[in-house]
């Protein structure tokens, strides 16, 4: 049954500041604005908390911010370090459960209903993944704790900065009946401003109106917002999707035939694959060809390599090795393409985990 799940919703403390203020103690405690300068027409990207007190906010232009807080420090985003920072806890993540979805950078569902660590207390894992993210990255992260990815999602923002809340599944309904429309997650400000101008204001306004009415006005949405004003959520947390390979083709204009040539397109796709896996850090043992006839028909031809597959001009000879029972050299190809898989970290240990870390 749904309605047994354990979901975990984490969301990062004013994650991009929070990183600032972690590389550069002089931002520490001070109101500090990441985004745009206030001279230019750039926006907030976020702030923190201390800048929050003058009122200040994400998605606000920076001049704005300066006039609300002439003493705040403007600081241009550093992507790489935020990056960094959300594959240090999404590897935090996947030592806790296979199934977590990342939504952004800084924030991710958990299912934990069949963790067995801390008793498969979902709160207490919730607990230890927010101890073991400030271990690892000094960063404060939130968590929400509930029973499906709506609560879970509205819990975590109900304590922050560093909070840790529970919606248990008795409370759900009622927690939804008294939630202000505008706070409901995917109701943005057209629709909110519909509900109340249809007079719905609350959950609990959401949960009077019939099924059919709810289709009337939202159409797709009626059917979400009918279930999540009654607490129910049935979305299920989607796989953080695991990466073991890494391809690349060429559909050709015109066929080609000449074995040569299609041993030149293999050795360019693989050099193009080989730079896609090295920007991840990693390399790999198993190539694979894969080869369409004019007519539409495909074959693929593999080989694994107990070293880590190069770019060395000797690869030709593989190719050659792979092409010997094809029809390579007698009918026209559409379509050539090199996938490599088993893949390994450089150092040539296989880390298939890593990789999906990696892929976003
Ligand atoms: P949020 O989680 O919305 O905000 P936050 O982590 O800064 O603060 P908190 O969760 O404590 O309220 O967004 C995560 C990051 O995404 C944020 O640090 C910066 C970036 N971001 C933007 O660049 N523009 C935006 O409009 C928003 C909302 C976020
Ligand atoms: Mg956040």
Redesign the pocket.
């Known amino acids: 049954m749904n309605s047994t799940r354990k979901i975990i919703h984490i969301?990062?403390?004013?994650?991009?500041?929070?990183i600032e203020q972690r590389d550069f103690p002089q931002y520490r405690n001070k109101p500090l604005i990441?985004?745009g300068t206030p001279d230019s027409r750039g926006?907030?990207?976020?702030?923190s908390?201390e800048a929050r007190k003058y009122g200040i906010h994400?998605?606000m232009p920076s001049a704005h911010a300066y006039r609300l807080c002439p003493q705040a420090i403007f600081v241009k985003?550093r992507f790489e370090a935020?990056q960094n920072a959300s594959m240090a806890i999404r590897r935090i993540f996947a030592e806790y459960t296979e199934l977590f979805e990342p939504l952004?950078?800084?924030?991710a569902y958990l299912d934990v209903s069949h963790v067995n660590l801390h008793q498969g207390s979902a709160t207490l894992i919730a607990k230890a993944i927010k101890a073991a993210i400030k271990q690892e990255t000094q960063l404060i992260a939130?968590a929400g704790v509930s029973y499906n990815k709506f609560l879970a999602k509205i819990a975590s923002?109900i304590n922050?900065?560093d909070g840790l809340y529970l919606i248990p599944p008795e409370q759900g309904a009622d927690f939804v009946a008294q939630l202000p429309v505008e706070r409901f997650h995917g109701i943005g400000k057209a629709t909110s401003l519909k509900m109340h101008s249809l007079g719905i204001k609350t959950g609990k306004d959401l949960k009077e109106l019939p099924l059919e009415m709810l289709q009337h006005h939202f159409g797709k949405a009626g059917l979400h917002y009918y279930s999540i004003s009654r607490g129910i959520d049935n979305r299920p947390v989607n796989n953080y999707r695991i990466r073991k390979s890494v391809g690349v083709e060429i559909t050709f204009q015109q066929d080609i035939k000449v074995k040569q040539d299609v041993i030149a397109h293999l050795q360019t796709l693989l050099e193009k694959a080989l730079s896609k896996v090295a920007e991840k850090q990693l390399a790999a043992h198993t190539l694979t060809v894969k080869i369409k006839y004019h007519n539409f028909v495909q074959i693929t031809r593999s080989r694994t390599l107990p070293h880590l597959i190069t770019a060395e001009p000797a690869l030709s000879v593989i190719f050659e090795d792979l092409l010997k029972d094809t029809e390579v050299g007698r009918r026209n190809i559409r379509l050539l393409g090199v996938t490599l898989s088993s893949l390994a970290s450089k150092s040539g240990q296989t880390h298939f985990r890593q990789m999906d870390l990696f892929s976003d």
């Open positions: 969301d990062m403390d004013a994650f991009f500041a929070a990441v985004g926006v907030v990207a976020t702030c908390y994400s998605a985003p935020y952004s950078l800084d924030e939130s923002d922050k900065p």
